[in-house]
């Protein structure tokens, strides 16, 4: 079992209930997926560069992505119908848990004059999204060899609405929010 999920199960939900003060297991927030999103811009004419840029894609998910498609053709951008955009992941299971630890305890203090993360980027649903401006913090993207810098989307999918307890379940899984 993974480590950040043994930890959540044995350790953080039993805290959880008694602090939120739950009647209800079942009531305790949760994590039910993580999304990665990437788009691949300007490099999307280089065949090297993007099949480069998925195999590292697959290497610090965990998971192969799935090309994402234009939807509509649009002239200024250059984009037809049907192109490849970016790149998505959808993780669960122990998956999930591997990439929120990996991404916890190793990247983001890779990250360079890092200060923390928002507390104000949860959405109406209570998820919670960060952005990561390079690619390379993941310690399976060796920074030398990769054919360009890509940002990525991350998407925590939590499996309650009340942004105080998810905030509450993402301090007690080690996520760095910013202190004023």
């Known amino acids: 079992m993974n480590r950040l999920r043994e930890k959540y199960l044995k350790e953080i939900a039993p805290k959880l209930v008694k602090e939120l003060a739950l009647s209800n297991v079942m009531q305790v927030p949760s994590i039910s997926k993580i999304s990665v999103n990437a788009g691949i811009g300007s490099f999307r004419d280089n065949k090297e560069a993007v099949a480069s840029f998925e195999s590292e894609f697959t290497s610090f998910a965990g998971q192969k992505p799935r090309a994402r498609k234009a939807r509509v053709s649009v002239a200024g951008f250059k984009v037809r119908k049907g192109e490849t955009v970016g790149y ?10 591997a990439f929120l630890d990996k991404l916890v305890s190793v990247s983001l203090p890779r990250v360079r004059d890092f200060r ?7 959405d109406a ?11 390379v913090i993941f310690p399976e993207v060796n920074p030398n060899t990769t054919k360009g810098i890509r940002s990525l989307q991350v998407t925590l999918c939590l499996g309650t609405r009340i942004k105080e307890h998810n905030k509450k379940l993402l301090e007690l899984l080690g996520i760095p929010f910013r202190k004023d």
């Open 88 to 97: 998505s992941v959808t993780l669960r299971g122990d998956k999930m848990w």
């Open 116 to 122: 923390g993360l928002s507390e104000e980027a949860f």
């Open 125 to 135: 649903d209570g998820n919670y999204s960060l952005g990561i401006r390079e690619h």
